[in-house]
């Protein structure tokens, strides 16, 4: 059975969600019958390359909020974070295209690699002072991914490289009526939104293993990243 979970590095709900549906995806029996693939999902397609912000800035910009605001929006997510106990910086990240980094995570599908690129830059975002970016952090992550330096190289030169793959995600996404990240679909037969409690992904893989007939799961107002970039902010 396939999982398809689209999602984008710079959504935070990306983070939290991918650490709990790993988790509902450990308790889930037939879990080594699982066959789990990355799809790409832009929340600022719409950035120029190079054009990266302090995302304390960003958020106060786009939601019309203070700094100090701001600053209080990324600890109620950096809660959660560290609540699954993943790292997260409120401090000193940016904001950027990612045009760039679902290209190199296409490559790491054709090697075999994608997990472990996407583990490593989700990290080097939220939680390491490295911005995702710089090409030069590309590069190492791909080279700590287990993917060839000179193959990654090639690739962020060339930006006609896995750039069809990375349309067609997009394209296919919207065809599937996602409109926000992260976004999970398994086996073309039922999609679960947004940052589940990791349950939620259990019980959805066992329905969907057994071969019913799929209710939605999960509360509908479960946080997420919208396709215009605006990301959910939990209440305190």
């Known amino acids: 059975m396939r999982v398809e979970i689209w999602s984008d590095i710079a959504c935070p709900w990306c983070y939290i969600g991918k650490a709990r549906f790993e988790k509902g995806l450990a308790a889930f029996a037939h879990r080594d019958g699982i066959e789990v693939v990355h799809r790409s999902f832009e929340l600022d397609p719409r950035r120029a390359k190079g054009d990266t912000a302090p995302v304390i800035d960003m958020l106060a910009a786009k939601y019309g909020r203070t700094r100090e605001e701001a600053r209080a929006m990324e600890e109620h997510v950096a809660s959660n974070a560290r609540a699954e106990g993943l790292g997260y910086r409120t401090e000193g990240r940016d904001h950027g295209n990612t045009f760039d980094i679902h290209r190199l995570s296409h490559l790491a599908k054709a090697r075999g690699r994608q997990d472990e690129l996407l583990d490593l830059a989700y990290r080097a975002n939220f939680a390491e002072e490295r911005s995702v970016f710089d090409a030069d952090v ?12 000179d193959e990654v190289r090639a690739v ?4 006609s490289a896995y750039a069809d793959d990375v349309r067609a995600d997009e394209r296919e996404a919207a ?9 999970f679909v398994i086996d073309r037969r039922y999609g679960v939104s947004g940052g589940q409690p990791a349950e939620v992904f259990t019980q ?11 209710t939605p799961l999960g509360a509908d107002d479960s946080p997420a990243c919208d396709a215009d970039g605006s990301c959910e902010v939990p209440s305190a």
Do not use: C, H, N, S
């Open 138 to 149: 590309l590069i190492a992550l791909g080279v700590e991914a287990g993917l060839d330096e």
């Open 156 to 159: 962020l030169a060339d930006e």
């Open 175 to 183: 065809e599937l009526g996602a409109t926000g990240v992260p976004f």
């Open 204 to 214: 959805a893989l066992e329905q969907a293993w057994q071969g019913r007939a799929l």
